[in-house]
């Protein structure tokens, strides 16, 4: 899944406005326009198009953290220059405080079924024997479960 893919279905999926966008990306300490967000959201063949990179997303993502569970005393969060869909279900796991059986009952929702031992394997640290790489379609079924969720609607 591209970048783009990701912020325009967490865009669609929790009805956030391109005010709300910008909030989100500030409370990370990042700056963003609106013809930004406006950008990040088109499609790729589309005139104006611009791609996402990680670090704009580890932004993104760390500041829905902050918006959903509040700030921590000290520094704001580093973005990572690169994120991996590993660190991506983490965040995003992190920001909506979901425990593992939230998280397998979203996977469920759209018919993935995964085992528990399964799910805590993505966030395993990657030096241990027992970490396992999530690849895109688990992070997709992920997203498309919250959409299901928050949106009552299929896949967009």
Known sequence: MSNNDILRTLRYTFDF???????IFGLSGKEVSKSEVINWMKKEEDEG????????????????????????????PKAEKSLNNNQIFRKLRIALTYKE????????????????????????????????????????????????????????
């Open 17 to 23: 406005k391109d005010n709300q966008m910008i909030e």
């Open 49 to 76: 198009y611009q791609a996402f990179f990680d670090k704009d997303l580890a932004y993104f993502l760390n500041g829905l953290i902050v918006k959903n569970r509040g700030k921590k005393d000290g520094e704001l």
């Open 101 to 156: 059986d939230d998280i397998l009952e979203v996977l469920s929702s759209v018919g993935m079924h995964i085992s528990p031992h399964e799910l805590s394997a993505f966030f395993r640290n990657p030096k241990q024997p027992q970490y396992r790489v999530c690849r895109d379609q688990v992070l997709r079924y992920f997203l498309r479960g919250l959409q299901k969720r928050y949106r009552g609607t299929g896949y967009k």
